[in-house]
């Protein structure tokens, strides 16, 4: 048995622990007061503190237990005049002594630890981690908002890794940033392998020619893809991380086989937005081989006066579509226009994994395999969780580089809602105000749930900031990218649905929310965002920083907060997904490929090969009999009726609804109008009419009761008078029907879309419909959507138009056709 006897000289006392085999809890506490005698200081009194009593004892007992403890220990942070006192005492005994550090809270809490390397920071002392986690668990209680079991043991690692609790603390509710604190991990930049330089390829000289023009030598991927026989045709799935260089490889492909006579590229991408950066910039880089470019997108259907100059025919060298604006030409059963195609580069292919989209992306790879088989596929993907499996089941060879090119530095802050302004403002100055060793100004994307959010936080910065998300029309998108670009444009605050693609050189990436609308973010989506930071050609390091609300969440259904989830995708890792589809859209793909094959067992073999599981004989059957397909032995054909369905995108059952509208003689924007609403519009002075009604308004206009509580009662005399008048205007319009479930009957809805379509119809293009919208409704839209909606629009028209003929409903056909006419322009 060890026993050291623990004093602590206070002004008036001395307090006294008796340690027992080096035990944090002392066998007994006690105080002795002393007094001057002729010896020198003696213990006077001596009271212990034991089984929650106290007792005084005899002054002789504490001189006996001094004198059988192995160490008598000292604190150093002692009242200076009272320590003196029992150093007289301990060498009046010829007692030996010791200085000890102890931590201060410990003692107060009558527990004995030692300071040491392991301490914490705390009011400009030390204290023991058991305390600072105590005094953390109070900060954490006490906070404004609540923290959950997660969010609390990463603060709390926080503070064990940095030593230092006022910091810890002070993320809690932050007010000076300090990245030093906030950092959550750092993934490093790993050593490259060989890089292959460009004049030793087996390259066409005018294409190594331009290649030269920005460096001797190929990036790590491209090496490795090269190494693996992309020059030599062979089919791969390119998987690395953001910014690595995969579109080059693709285009390295496309271009050499253009040149080589080996037929056309098909540069296929998710998006409007990214088919457009992709077409201006293949156009700039190409052109000058005699390379010419088209693109092929829903939108383009739709001519304004920008949109004019894009060229779409599909004789061109390379065509640029999205995934839908090519298969529309393969479901048309007009593959045949395509001619001979060499490659095909599919971006983004994790795409594939998507719950709507998915299907859709599997059944084109498929249809574009037997169209081009000769053709080399190339597959693009930043996050794919398992490529090897993706690789064999796509049959391609797996060109797979983990290593980032820069160093990313990922921050996590717990802020409340309130705070997140004045964080990221400070955040995006700070990294504006840094040039790289690369000569580049730090910019920021921050990443946020929703389009109304996107403007809402680009006003409110301190610093030239724009909104950019797929409702703005092409020419505002084009704006912010060429600003962007040039380095004049410090922040982009965009929404995460446009995370893949679009090329921004950010340094910096702030979540500003961690969902997509109403739904959390997926590990894959988190990495494709997160991935934007940083560019090897730009920049020397990416940050991300991830504010997070505590306790936050966007509808009651969903699981986890804010904070939880931020912590589970920063620790996180992507998980496969099958690739699973339902009932409707396998129908929907039959019908699809049908329209590139007239041979039942090709198309049987088309869909084995694809990701999906398909009930085929038993799907191909029921398409039959509802008179969708036409089999005849092993020939099978698309009927009048399921050649529209497949051209058109439809389900059996949507096309089932038009078949009947058509049948009953419905005009066809009824038609339409009953198939599909336009539903994003928005109160353009929602803050407003808050504040008047003292009322949380929705800002979407069909959106629960907003248009009860604006009308009800003197909600409306509230209003200024310019806001009544409009509002009235709109109930004029729209809420007339005299349903019994009106406003909830969707008559609102649809009598709004025929307005749509109606200024359309006289001329108006989407931003100046906007402005209509806006002076006599004081409701406003997005003119991307508004654009999306006319094009959706004109598909559903030509599918009226096509199945009233097939049905010999001639006038009904014809009005179809001149409203379609009309919408296009």
């Given at each position: ?22 035990k ?18 003696r ?22 237990l001094?004198?059988m ?33 102890v ?25 023991c ?38 910091r ?20 490093e930049?790993?050593p ?89 910039q ?22 304004t ?101 820069v160093?990313?530095e ?31 100004k ?134 496969h ?62 009927t ?30 009824e ?14 002075y ?35 008078m ?20 009106s ?22 293009d ?60």
């Open positions: 048995m060890t026993l050291w006897t623990f004093l602590k000289a206070e002004k008036a006392k001395v307090i006294v622990m008796v340690i027992k085999d080096r944090r809890l002392p066998q007994f506490t006690g105080e002795v007061i002393l007094r001057k005698t002729a010896a020198g200081a213990p006077h009194k001596f009271r212990v503190f034991r089984d929650e009593k106290d007792e005084l004892r005899p002054p002789e007992e504490f001189i006996d001094l004198r403890s192995e160490r008598i220990l000292i604190d150093i942070e002692s009242d200076k005049k009272r320590e003196e006192d029992i150093k007289e005492l301990l060498s009046g005994f010829h007692l030996d002594w010791e200085h000890v550090h931590c201060r809270f410990c003692v107060l809490k009558s527990r004995f630890n030692f300071i040491n390397k392991k301490s914490i920071k705390y009011h400009h002392e030390l204290i981690e058991e305390c600072a986690k105590e005094e953390l668990d109070r900060a954490l209680r006490n906070a404004h908002s609540y923290f959950g079991d997660e969010a609390a043991e990463r603060i709390q690692l926080i503070m064990l890794n940095t030593r230092d609790l006022d810890t603390i002070g993320m809690l509710s932050p007010e000076d940033l300090d990245l030093e604190y906030t950092r959550f991990d750092t993934i930049a790993q490259q392998i060989r890089q292959i330089k460009i004049k030793d390829i087996p390259l066409s000289k005018k294409l190594k020619k331009i290649l030269l023009k920005k460096s001797d030598t190929l990036l790590p991927v491209q090496s490795l893809s090269v190494e693996k026989g992309l020059l030599k045709r062979r089919n791969q799935l390119v998987t690395s991380v953001t910014a690595t260089g995969k579109t080059l490889i693709g285009e390295i492909a496309g271009i050499e086989n253009i040149l080589r006579g080996q037929g056309k590229m098909l540069y296929l991408v998710p998006l409007v937005a990214l088919a457009n950066q992709k077409y201006d293949f156009n700039k880089r190409y052109s000058e081989l005699g390379i010419k470019t088209s693109i092929r997108v829903g939108s383009s259907r739709i001519r006066s920008k949109t004019k100059s894009m060229r779409r025919t599909l004789d061109s060298d390379i065509i640029v579509a999205t995934y839908e604006g090519l298969d529309y030409i393969l479901r048309s059963q007009d593959s045949d226009l395509l001619g001979q195609i060499g490659s095909v580069v599919i971006d983004e292919v994790h795409m594939i994994e998507d719950s709507e989209r998915g299907h859709r992306v599997d059944g084109l790879i498929g249809r574009l395999k037997y169209v081009a088989s000769g053709a080399q596929f190339i597959y693009l993907s930043a996050t794919v969780a398992e490529p090897q499996l993706l690789a064999n089941k796509l049959g391609a060879d797996l060109v797979e580089y983990e290593y980032r090119p160093p990313i990922r921050h996590l802050l717990f802020c409340p809602e309130s705070n997140k302004i004045r964080l990221m403002s400070k955040l995006v100055r700070d990294e504006y105000s840094k040039t790289s060793s690369k000569g580049h730090g910019q920021t994307i921050i990443f946020t749930n929703s389009r109304r959010n996107c403007h809402r936080i680009a006003q409110a910065l301190p610093i030239s900031s724009a909104p950019y998300h797929a409702g703005l029309s092409m020419q505002e998108r084009k704006k912010v990218e060429r600003r962007f670009e040039k380095g004049d444009l410090p922040v982009v605050v965009t929404t995460a649905a446009l995370a893949a693609g679009v090329d921004f050189p950010a340094s910096q990436v702030i979540f500003e929310s961690l969902s997509m609308g109403i739904e959390w973010l997926t590990m894959q989506e988190f990495l494709q965002m997160l991935g934007r930071a940083g560019r090897p050609d730009f920049h020397d390091r990416g940050i991300v920083v991830v504010l997070a609300t505590p306790q936050k969440s966007y509808t009651s259904e969903q699981t986890g907060t804010e904070e939880e989830i931020a912590i589970k995708l920063l620790n996180g890792e992507m998980e997904t099958e690739v699973e589809y339902g009932e409707e859209e396998q129908m929907e793909e039959i019908l699809a490929t049908a329209a590139v094959t007239a041979s039942r067992s090709d198309l049987e073999a088309i869909h084995r090969n694809m990701l999906g599981t398909y009930s085929l004989k038993e799907l191909v059957a029921r398409l039959q009999k509802k008179k969708f397909l036409n089999i005849k032995g092993d020939n099978i054909g698309l009048k009726f399921g050649g529209i369905a497949a051209g058109h995108f439809l389900s059996v059952s949507k096309a089932f609804l038009i078949r009947d509208a058509v049948l009953s003689e419905r005009r066809p924007v038609i339409i109008t009953n198939l599909e609403f336009f539903e994003a519009v928005y109160f353009k929602a803050a407003q009419i808050s504040t008047a009604l003292k009322i949380n308004m929705p800002s979407r206009v069909f959106q629960g009761a907003s248009m009860d509580i604006v009308l009800e009662g003197e909600n409306l005399s509230k209003l200024e310019k806001m009544q008048d409009q509002i009235l205007n709109f109930a004029t319009d729209f809420l007339t029907c005299g349903c019994k479930e406003p909830y009957c969707g008559c609102p809805e649809r009598l709004f879309s025929e307005k749509i379509i109606s200024l359309r119809v006289d001329g108006y989407p931003i100046q419909i906007v402005r209509y919208l806006e002076d006599k409704y004081g409701i406003t839209a997005y003119p991307g959507d508004l654009l999306g909606y006319l094009d959706d629009a004109i598909r559903n028209l030509d599918a009226v138009e096509k199945i009233a003929r097939a049905y010999s409903k001639k006038d009904l056909a014809h009005s179809a056709k001149h409203l379609k006419k009309l919408i296009v322009g």
